[in-house]
T-cell receptor, first 111, second 115 residues
Framework: EDQVTQSPEALRLQEGESSSLNCSYT??????LFWYRQDPGKGPEFLFT???AGEEKEKERLKATLTKKESFLHITAPKPEDSATYLC????????????FGQGTILTVHP | DTGVSQDPRHKITKRGQNVTFRCDPI?????LYWYRQTLGQGPEFLTY????????KSRLLSDRFSAERPKGSFSTLEIQRTEQGDSAMYLC?????????????FGAGSRLTVL
């Protein structure tokens, strides 16, 4: 069974303090690794898709990377508006419709 | 394009009642998904459709849950004889299947509280 585990569960940073979020996955035949951002009371918002080990993608202060077992979401010089829950999800095997999500990392950035 | 719309946004019901949620996907998208999310957890897959065909259904989905997508447009998720454990956020998402990314766009969700 596909599994996705995120760490830490919660992360508190000062504005400008860079850090990384971890996503470990056990998926048969990975077809895609996704990062989403979720604000309270809202649905997840797409950030990145990664397909193969070594791939990297960037968007503003965020950079996602992928290895054969993990993905990292690096946050450089975060701002308070980056505070949210960050979700990692994987798609594998023959089911291209089913994303398996981790439990999320709650990020709080203090001014 | 107004995104994925879900209705109602909030529903409070008594145990044993039936509830129905509606999802209107992005018009050009051909896939529609239902997920359930409880507090502090990531979304959990329930089912998905390609056009009007229901292609996969979670083993965790009991017989009290049924989803439809008539004519491949909007979808409904019905929960019969609700239980307190059904309290959750029900998320709908849609995507356009093409070569490469199958990026899901989520709606804001329908929050269910079963008393």
């Amino acid at each position: 069974e596909d599994q996705v585990t995120q760490s830490p569960e919660a992360l508190r940073l000062q504005e400008g303090e860079s850090s990384s979020l971890n996503c470990s996955y056990t998926v048969s035949g990975l077809r895609g690794l996704f990062w989403y951002r979720q604000d309270p009371g809202k649905g997840p918002e797409f950030l990145f898709t990664l397909y193969s080990a070594g791939e990297e993608k960037e968007k503003e202060r965020l950079k996602a990377t992928l290895t054969k077992k993990e993905s990292f979401l690096h946050i450089t010089a975060p701002k308070p508006e980056d505070s949210a829950t960050y979700l990692c999800a994987a798609v594998g095997g023959t089911s291209y419709g089913k994303l398996t999500f981790g439990q999320g990392t709650i990020l709080t950035v203090h001014p | 394009d107004t995104g994925v719309s879900q209705d109602p946004r909030h529903k409070i019901t008594k145990r044993g009642q039936n509830v129905t949620f509606r999802c209107d996907p992005i018009s050009e998208h051909n896939r529609l998904y239902w997920y359930r999310q409880t507090l502090g957890q990531g979304p959990e897959f329930l089912t998905y459709f390609q056009n009007e065909a229901q292609l996969e259904k979670s083993r965790l989905l009991s017989d009290r849950f049924s989803a439809e997508r008539p004519k491949g447009s909007f979808s409904t998720l019905e929960i019969q004889r609700t239980e307190q454990g059904d309290s959750a956020m029900y998320l709908c998402a849609s995507s356009l299947v093409s070569s490469g990314a199958n990026v899901l766009t989520f709606g804001a969700g329908s929050r269910l509280t079963v008393l």
